[in-house]
């Protein structure tokens, strides 16, 4: 079977990419046609978005050097998993092998979503809500760093340990998006999911811009990703824990910042009201 569509780029093609949107958002910068003003913002944050794509690709590389240790890391957290009695992800593979159609529309999923659903929301949220979108990117890279940070620890997702009686969904139905089915050392960025982690900001992100009562129905994004990166073999739950957990702890960073400044703008602001209200009332006869 062919490969299937997918949105994944390796490191140096997104940085690629993120050179020619730099490019030519510097080019038409130069144009004073009024077009161009306003088409060079979009290339410009498109640009930023393809470099954290590809510093996220460049990590796999440099984690070639605990590809031993790594294994030893997801056997650790399998056996974790089983002692907490979480559900065992083998159980949801054996839905997608009962079911091929089901398996491929879930590796398609795992394929195509995870970049094009977060650069629709960006552009969504530039074109639409551009007062909102400083905050949503800001914490997109923040997360996206430090799950970069996390990643340079190597852990084997399940479908690379069949010994445990996991199965590569992908491999299984010829739609992997490493090297042909061949072992990458990208597959082994499992802690944290960064899928997740993108998942659930695409649907905060919409909740918190949209104004639609239909607004609440982009929640069945994150969590039809949750079931595809498990059923595939992809992730443990510990890297959809801690991808919500990493991001959550960015998110609260963010709002306690913004309280923060707010605090230390009024003090200044109300000696200044005070002074006005102050020169307004009449001297006393």
């Known amino acids: 079977m062919p490969h299937p569509p997918t949105a994944e780029l390796n490191w140096w093609q997104a940085g690629l990419l993120a050179l020619a949107l ?3 958002a510097f080019g038409l910068a130069l144009v004073r046609a009024r077009w161009a003003g306003k088409v060079t913002p979009f290339l410009r944050e498109a640009g930023i978005v393809a470099v954290l794509f590809s510093l996220w690709q460049r990590a796999g590389q440099l984690s070639q050097h605990s590809t031993t240790d790594a294994f030893d890391r997801g056997r650790w957290i399998n056996t974790a998993e089983r ?3 979480l559900p065992n992800e083998r159980h949801l593979e054996m839905g997608l092998v009962d079911h091929p159609m089901l398996g491929q ?4 999923y795992y394929a195509v979503m995870h970049l094009s659903t977060t650069g629709a929301m960006l552009f ?3 074109w639409r809500h551009r007062d909102k979108y400083p905050r949503v990117r800001t914490a997109l890279a923040i997360f996206t760093g430090l799950a970069l940070l996390v990643q340079l ?3 084997a997702p399940p479908r690379l340990l069949p010994e445990l009686g996991f199965i590569d969904i992908a491999v299984r139905y010829g739609q992997s998006v490493y090297s042909g089915g061949g072992f990458s050392a990208q597959e082994l960025l499992a802690m944290p999911s960064v899928h997740i982690g993108w998942a659930v900001m695409v649907a905060g992100a919409v909740i918190y ?3 639609s009562r239909f607004r609440w129905l982009i929640v069945l994004h994150p969590l039809i990703t949750l079931y595809v990166v498990t059923a595939t073999g992809n992730h443990w739950w510990f890297d959809s824990i801690a991808s919500a957990l990493l ?3 960015v998110v609260g960073g963010q709002l306690a910042w913004f309280r923060w400044r707010a605090r230390r703008i009024e003090p200044t602001a109300a ?3 005070a002074g006005s209200e102050l020169g307004s009332v009449p001297a006393a006869s």
């Open 247 to 249: 991001l959550a702890i």
């Open 22 to 24: 730099f490019t030519l």
């Open 209 to 211: 811009a949209s104004t």
């Open 271 to 273: 000696p200044a009201a």
């Open 83 to 85: 002692f907490l009695h």
């Open 153 to 155: 620890i190597a852990v």
């Open 105 to 108: 529309l879930a590796n398609l």
């Open 124 to 126: 969504w949220l530039f």
